[in-house]
């Protein structure tokens, strides 16, 4: 610790530690992060920042045991900083983020075998594989839950076990089966393409889990693949696609006795820093496009291509669940369909619901502590 | 109808209507569209586009009643579409939307006395009274709703008439009281400046509703500012902080024993268009800032700068929930505060949930219908 050494520059604090690392901590932000501005209990900032002028200067910064302590200049305050927490948290680098897993792309030749897979009773039970498991789940962002018990709620309660439930007009959960006046394609017998749910929404569900609780009907097959895949393969092969199916919102939308949810998605949906951030590819729910007549031409071209994509063996793999497992995908990663069954043929029942990525990243965090 | 004329062009059909209006219809988008592709219930569309060649062309397009039939050539196919279907649904143009009602900015002259109000009896009980209230609420994004019955439930039951409530980690609702072990300042008697809720969320929450149930202690009153007026202002007067805000994402962050949630966000959040989507601002919940160090202090001026505008009665109105009360506002565009109250003279209790921007929409649109 003796080691550290303190240099004052242009409204900036230097650090230098004993390894090497460096860094420049701006007054504002040294006083901002001031750990006195912080409720005890709840870890929010109570300091006002407006409370301090702008120009605000230090008269002296030193090194006191395992702390720098600060004395401010237009203030009559003194911080005391943990020598440790500011290297962790050091302007430029950001708060080591155990949910931040980068995604482990897959394409046609992955083997459904090679999925995560974890028992109902570890999930339930054991917070140590629950962990390996979720960090696991979120590098496919597809992965397989085993040993279920025939129970409605099973379900429900495993997804529980990982967050809260995300509701959204089909209801807390929701029955995947063969249904008389279906307000959904999912609730009929026939074939789904590949999509991702309710892209109609400001912001779709993220991982989704479905348990399998009847599957003897002919047909019926699932198929998954992985969208961020087929994205990172059109902006290398086809940047001029990727580039209309990322810049331009095109309208989703639901609407039944009930409801009439709508909202311009982009296909592609890229982050500040142009990183993968989700997917809304959902033909049966895509409105009207309402491009201007002279872009639309090309914009069919791209999404017809995306489309394309997903029907190709290149990137699908096809699996079967059965009685007692449930799947969870990433709802906005990992494109989801099935072929048509023949519900003369036996029952097929699977029973939904959503955890958003949120909650499920939570989790990860939680359980890394 | 006999006015209408068809004129076939470089793979679009040409529609000219009596009353003048003219629009261009690509090949592809008329094939996408046809009617005979949707299902009949679900209204979802079942045609694959890929099962036809990008150089579908038209073998004949004619007059047929109030329909315009097109044969198709490439594909054994005719459609037939309205022509009123079509006008209405011209590319470029887009569908009306019952629930597109651009904000009303208002600013620190408005007086709480001209908010939106409705009775809980007509919210209840009558639908045009509500569709009428609606509307008003999204054009302000603040609005009042009085005789609510002193029932824990009368606010979630008003809520639910809107639509199904979004839960979050802090529950389906929440109480806003002093309580001991606070996992957040709202629980504490402190002082609130003004803030969006939940910022560290994906998407943090769209409506919020609070129903005051007490507010008997000194102090407590309420301070709600438009924080879209706030950010056109900044657009207008002062485009680097304007800039800086809406295109650098912060880190935000909620952690407690159960939970750890975290976001990065820009405070100010605008759509394709550039048009102000949301705001997130909460200082509580503000994390570590992670940007260069070189570029913090220019940050940190755009930052103070809007937290100032959230401080001055040019933005801000200041008015008292009394019990029986319930306040909805936006809480992605409205900023929310208040003033310290001391436990020990009176009790103060709301009760709080929230129903999420696209729920809000669509009941818009189905009492619009």
New interface residues.
């Given amino acids: 610790m003796t080691s550290i050494t303190l240099r004052g520059g242009d409204?900036?604090l230097t650090v230098a530690w004993a390894d090497g690392t460096s860094?420049?901590?701006?007054f504002?932000?040294l006083r901002?992060?001031c750990p006195s501005g912080f409720?005890p209990?709840?870890?929010?900032?109570?300091?006002?920042?407006?409370s301090i002028p702008?120009t605000l200067g230090i008269l002296s910064a030193e090194l006191d045991g395992e702390a720098i302590r600060i004395e401010w200049d237009g203030e009559e305050h003194q911080s005391r900083f943990d020598a440790d927490w500011l290297k962790a948290?050091r302007?430029?680098?950001?708060?080591n983020?155990p949910?931040n897993i980068p995604p482990t792309l897959w394409r046609g030749d992955f083997q459904p075998a090679g999925l995560p897979r974890i028992s109902a009773a570890d999930l339930m039970n054991d917070d140590k594989a629950l962990l390996g498991f979720l960090i696991e789940t979120k590098k496919t962002g597809l992965a397989i839950v085993d040993g279920m018990a025939d129970d409605r709620e099973a379900g429900m309660a495993a997804a529980k076990r990982i967050g809260?439930?995300?509701?959204t007009?089909f209801g807390v959960t929701f029955e995947v089966r063969s249904m008389p006046?279906?307000?959904?394609?999912a609730?009929?017998s026939?074939a789904l393409?590949l999509h991702t749910d309710l892209a109609n929404?400001?912001?779709p569900p993220?991982f989704q889990f479905l348990h399998c609780l009847a599957n003897d009907a002919e047909g019926g097959g699932s198929t998954f693949c992985d969208g961020f895949a087929i994205a990172e393969d059109l902006r290398l092969n086809d940047p001029e696609a990727f580039e209309l199916l990322s810049?331009t919102?095109v309208?989703f939308r639901f609407?039944?006795d009930?409801?009439?949810?709508?909202?311009?998605q982009?296909v592609i949906d890229l982050?500040?820093f142009g990183k993968l951030q989700e997917l809304h590819f959902n033909?049966?729910?895509?409105?009207?496009?309402?491009?201007?007549?002279?872009t639309?031409?090309a914009y069919?071209?791209a999404?017809?291509k995306i489309?394309?994509m997903t029907?190709s063996s290149d990137y699908v793999i096809t699996t079967r669940l059965e009685g007692g497992e449930m799947v969870i995908f990433d709802n906005r990663r990992v494109l989801h369909g099935r072929a048509a069954f023949d519900p003369n043929t036996g029952y097929r029942h699977l029973r939904g619901c959503y955890v958003?990525?949120?909650?499920f990243?939570?989790r990860i965090?939680?359980l890394s502590r």
């Fill in positions: 409204r900036v860094a420049d901590f701006p504002l932000w901002d992060n409720h209990q709840t870890h929010e900032r109570e300091f006002d920042l407006t702008e948290h302007p430029g680098v950001g708060l983020d949910a809260f439930l995300r509701e007009n006046n279906p307000n959904n394609l609730y009929t026939h393409p929404q400001e912001l993220g810049k919102p309208p609407h039944d009930n409801y009439d949810i709508r909202r311009h982009t982050d500040a033909a049966h729910l895509a409105g009207v496009f309402d491009l201007p007549a002279d639309m031409e069919y071209r999404y017809r489309m394309q029907r958003d990525r949120g909650e990243d939570s965090r939680v």
